[in-house]
């Protein structure tokens, strides 16, 4: 069984992309980023991103329960925002759907304020869309501009062999994966409004892959301010692989796993699903990973822990890619 093959869509549709941008004279220069564009402010860099929630809707839909898809929403925009170490300022919203349904849309605004007033976001504009030529049912997407000083951009650039990694817990299967994890539990015979026992624990299987994403604002604003980050990268689609993202000429090595949450483990049981895909597909019970110098390991972990768990989970070293030595498992650069 395999993933919905994100990163090989997504450098397709980049590569198409370019071909088709139009060129013309710029205002302010545009600077390339790894989770969200930068653009050239004078003494601050603006930016930009934007994201929805994916099939994470047709849970929300099987269980009739809207609040809090626009939590996670809100939380796949601002948690690449501030992975250059800026601050999310603004918010809109876009909801497509075939039909007007008062109770859907009261129900996602209602955790799309939610998810605004945990990363500390303004929703300044939004657009409701009725498309029933295009859209049997819902989708949901967004766009967040923040801003960043030159001087305290996070880029990568500064990570070096030696440097450590700390993993920062996720709140469970996040925006990532939905497509997956919903084949797993059909196959598996089970519905999402099933009640199951799983590692001697009950719960409602779809109301385990609705618990909101993580929104990490306050907690990695606050480590920028007093550490020195060298680098962030938010664990989405793709998984570990996406450390790659923010240093290509050092390898990632990771030698200390926390245990992933229940949610992973019965997905990698029922279906039967190698390690390796289980690595690259979710974020296995790590959300953001910060790199940091080997000297402020250990502070930084302890200030994080006010909030979330973290845990040291391996270091940067020559080479390159992603390499989980403990499964024998190496992730190469895309």
Same mark, same amino acid.
């Given at each position: 069984m395999t993933g919905a093959g994100v990163d090989a869509k997504a450098n397709a549709i980049r590569e198409l992309t370019k071909s088709l941008t139009y060129k013309k004279k710029r205002f302010h220069n545009i600077v390339r980023g790894h989770y969200t564009s930068l653009i050239d402010f004078g003494d601050i860099y603006l930016t930009l991103c934007t994201d929805g929630v994916g099939s994470k809707i047709l849970v929300?839909?099987?269980?009739?329960?809207?609040?809090?898809?626009?939590i996670d929403c809100i939380a796949m925009n601002v948690n690449d925002?501030? *992975?250059?170490?800026?601050?999310p300022i603004s918010f809109v919203d876009y909801i497509a *759907?075939?039909?007007?349904?008062?109770?859907v849309l009261r129900g996602i605004g209602k955790g799309l304020n939610r998810g605004a007033k945990e990363a500390g976001v303004e929703i300044v504009g939004?657009?409701?869309?009725?498309?029933?030529?295009?859209?049997?049912?819902?989708?949901?997407?967004?766009? *967040?501009?923040?801003?960043?000083d030159k001087k305290r951009i996070i880029t990568g650039e500064r990570i070096r062999p030696g440097d450590l990694l700390i993993g920062v817990s996720s709140s469970g299967i996040h925006s990532n994966g939905l497509t997956l994890a919903r084949r797993v539990v059909a196959e598996h015979g089970v519905k999402l409004t099933d009640e199951v026992?799983?590692?001697?624990?009950?719960?409602?299987?779809?109301?385990?892959?609705?618990i909101p994403t993580a929104i990490y604002v306050k907690d990695i604003l606050s480590v920028c301010r007093r550490f020195d980050v060298k680098g962030i990268a938010h664990i989405t689609g793709g998984g570990l692989r996406k450390l790659n993202r923010i240093k290509h000429d050092v390898m990632f090595k990771i030698t200390h796993l926390p245990e992933p949450p229940r949610i992973f483990r019965l997905i990698a049981e029922w279906g039967n699903i190698h390690i390796r895909e289980m690595y690259q597909t979710f974020n296995m019970g790590i959300g953001m990973i910060l790199a940091v110098s080997r000297e402020e390991c250990e502070d930084v972990i302890q200030h994080v822990e006010k909030r979330r768990q973290a845990w040291m989970?391996?270091?940067v070293m020559k080479g390159s890619g992603v390499e989980i030595p403990g499964h024998r498992i190496r992730y190469p650069r895309y």
């Open positions: 929300a839909d099987t269980l009739e329960k809207w609040d809090t898809i626009g925002t501030i *992975c250059v170490g800026a601050t *759907c075939n039909s007007p349904q008062k109770e939004g657009e409701v869309a009725l498309l029933p030529e295009m859209i049997n049912g819902v989708d949901l997407v967004g766009a *967040c501009l923040g801003y960043v026992v799983f590692g001697g624990e009950r719960f409602v299987i779809g109301e385990e892959l609705l989970i391996g270091e």
